[in-house]
């Protein structure tokens, strides 16, 4: 009999919904968890830093991480994981590029805790700011880790073995990366792995209703336009970023009628997803006039960095807070 495969799971900055998406996974196929031995999976267990810290180095097979770096405790407990694990893969948008989350850092860390503890409108008591250290009524001493001035994709802080996409990752991804990664037959290093080597478009039932060359004169936002379900979205001025997006996801959005937003990512060619998507928009924008595509623009795509860089701005190559210019 084979030994089993030692996992640990963990996560940092992120919703959960990743670790639906590996329950939900797992709950498909129930006879896969024979082979899995977890060893560290504090979301769902009662395991401690300390549990880690006993284990020998690289005596963990795999380390799954979602989430993106936030805090100086998410830095140490990577590390650590990084240094007791054989694999560490990137689960998820979060760990991959930053995620969502990763917006924030369009902000300075004081306007993000502002904003948070201040200025949000259900707030019972606002102005109440985190201290690094407090004293319960019961006299405990409780200290509260550092929040780092950006968002950091886990690539930034240690090695990363592999990728797995998705914002979270479909339970059939998930799947497809453990088989893959308990076949033994595994691909190079860095490689994305459970998801397609193709833009989306290429599993999209849309597809076949898209011309070869896609010309809008206007830029429609969904909440306001009567979607055809049976007619590729970018015909109907929809900016769905399926041209620009890894494959994987069996095109689970525009089979809705709903435009895909680039949770799987960038392809493997692409060198930066928002410099991409920037650039496909900007070619099927039919318009010459300067004032009429400003206009198209302004009502079409009122938050371009969240259209854009929704999942990928801590990873791309801007490195910048672009509300002040300043270089991180």
Sequence with gaps: MSPKVRVALYWLASCGGCEESQVDAISDKIDIISNLEIVFWPVAMDFKKEDVEKLPDESIDVAVINGGVRLKEHVEMVKLLRRKSKIVIA???????GGIPGLANLYDINEVLSRVYSEVPTLQEKGVMPRPKSVTNEGMEIELTEVLPMLLPLDAVIDVDYYIPGCPPTPETFLKALETLLSGNLPPRKSVIGASTRALCEECPLNKTKPDKVLIKEIRRIYNTKIDPSKCLLVQGIPCLGPVTRGGCNAKCPRVGSPCIGCYGPLDKHIDYGAKAISFIASILDLND???????????????????????LPASRLK???????HK
């Design 91 to 97: 689960y998820g948008s979060c760990a991959s590029w």
């Design 290 to 312: 300067e004032n009429e595509i400003k206009k198209a623009l302004d009502n079409g795509i009122p938050d371009p960095a969240g259209l854009v860089h929704k999942f990928t």
């Design 320 to 326: 910048v807070n672009l509300k002040r210019g300043e």
